[in-house]
């Protein structure tokens, strides 16, 4: 199988590439432009409280539409399907938001002495606007990405970061670096970036959303695209389980300072793979899922992988060596030992940094029992790393065990999406050796 590195530079996917990653990439500064900051204004134990409120936010919030914004990149144009699904996972989002908001009224306290932190008890109500705007947040993207308004999108993520920031750091001023400064910037930064997307949809497109959209068309769309809901939400859910609350155990077994520690260690690993990977995997899923209708075999898969590769290997050997030295310098001294996290966790960042993006296939190619299934082998192998951690007296055991197992776990996914597309891990050695072979 030849394979051209220029296939991946096709013009139209780079510049999408390019509009989103640029719109990351001033996310991302404003982020890690802001992390002195608030590690400044905030101790590792509200950071701590923090990561676990978040924990419990994000899966779901990943869910708030049932996952059905995924189907929304699949339909042909003229059906009026991806219309229909637009609304649904709207109306979804807002009846989960309600959900949740009487769940954490009455559960709420019960649930934060479940956790080891009680002091959180007050605060997981807003878990429910943060699900509400994080759903229509979810269906707006899509549909924006579908109809190629990559720059729509990236006005609301710079929207989103940047409003989430400057709440969370007045609130640190306000709040003498009190918990609240950081939930409610939060939340109103998840509601900012849902308006700022919604806004201009409904504005634009209305009434083609009013023409195309009935009952029965949300109706037939909600069964023909049921795996979604049925598969793929359990899916997302454990996703976000093994990644956000691995901070939860971290807390519950080593203590919330621990957790704040992993915590922003994460924070520093996410950037990168935010900044490039989330805007690589937004246009591949778009050319994915065209090649799909268009009944053509896409090979930018292999190229993906291969480059992402290239350039996480690149970041890793550096951040490896500078990591402690670094957070020291960045965020003050107390957070030095977030930087020896950070150094346990580095290759599965590599791993995940390179292959995550390939995630989409399972959508593409409607393989969501397959993607539960590496879901669920994701979160035991991390849910027994870090017992086994507790279990030999170490973090840093722990820690290594997770990361170990989450290499092991990328390897199957990329062998799996490979596969749905028609290659397989084999191509992408030989795509690599011929690289080499014309550069040598």
């Known amino acids: 199988m030849q394979v051209k590195i220029g296939q991946l530079l096709q013009r139209p996917f780079a510049q999408h590439v390019l509009v989103l990653s640029s719109g990351t990439a001033l996310a991302q500064a404003i982020s890690v432009l802001s992390a002195p900051v608030l590690t400044r ?25 049932l996952r059905y914004e995924m189907a929304i990149m699949l339909p042909d144009e003229e059906t009026g399907e991806a219309e229909n699904l637009v609304v649904l996972g709207s109306l979804i989002a807002l009846i989960l938001g309600c959900a949740t908001w009487v769940a954490t009224a009455g559960w709420g306290q019960a649930f934060a002495r479940m956790l080891g932190n009680p002091a959180l008890g007050g605060w997981l109500q807003l878990i429910s606007p943060v ?35 400057a709440f969370q750091t007045a609130g640190g001023i306000l709040s003498a670096g009190s918990l609240n400064g950081l939930i409610l910037g939060q939340v109103v930064g998840s509601v900012i970036g849902a308006a700022t997307l919604a806004l201009p949809v409904i504005r634009g497109e209305g009434r083609r959303f009013a023409h195309a959209v009935t009952a029965r068309g949300m109706w037939d769309v909600a069964r023909r695209y049921q795996d979604f809901p049925l598969f793929q939400t359990a899916g ?14 971290i807390g519950a ?12 260690g994460q924070r520093v690993l996410n950037t990168p793979l935010a900044l490039v990977g989330g805007a690589v995997a937004d246009v591949f899923f778009e050319r994915a899922a065209r090649d799909k209708r268009l009944g053509t075999a896409g090979t930018s898969s292999l190229q993906v992988v291969r480059v992402l590769g290239v350039l996480a290997l690149v970041g890793a050997i550096p951040l490896m060596i500078l990591a402690p030295a670094g957070c020291a310098l960045l965020f003050g001294e107390p957070w030095r030992e977030a930087g020896v996290y950070l150094r346990i966790l580095t290759p599965l960042f590599v791993f995940r940094f390179a292959i995550s993006p390939l995630a989409r296939s399972f959508s593409v190619y409607e393989k969501q029992l397959a993607g539960l299934v590496w879901q669920i082998g994701m979160i035991a192998a991390g849910i027994g790393s870090i017992f086994l951690g507790y279990v030999l007296e170490s973090v840093y055991l722990g820690l290594v065990a997770y990361t170990v197992s989450g290499v092991v776990m990328y390897l199957i996914m990329l062998d799996l999406c490979l596969r749905y597309g028609g290659s397989s891990p084999w191509d992408l050695f030989r795509l690599s050796a011929q690289v080499a072979q014309r550069r040598g």
């Open 41 to 65: 204004l905030y101790g590792p134990e509200v950071f701590g409280l923090f990561a676990i409120f978040v924990a419990v936010a994000s899966p779901i919030a990943a869910v708030a539409c």
């Open 253 to 264: 077994l080593f203590g919330v300072t621990a957790a704040g520690l992993y915590g922003v």
């Open 236 to 249: 997302t859910v454990v996703n976000a389980f093994s990644q956000q609350w691995v901070v939860v155990l």
């Open 131 to 165: 699900v509400a705007s994080q759903g229509i947040y979810l269906v707006c993207r899509t549909w924006a990405l579908r109809t190629k308004r990559f720059t729509l999108v990236r006005r609301a993520l710079v929207t989103n970061t940047g409003s989430q920031s």
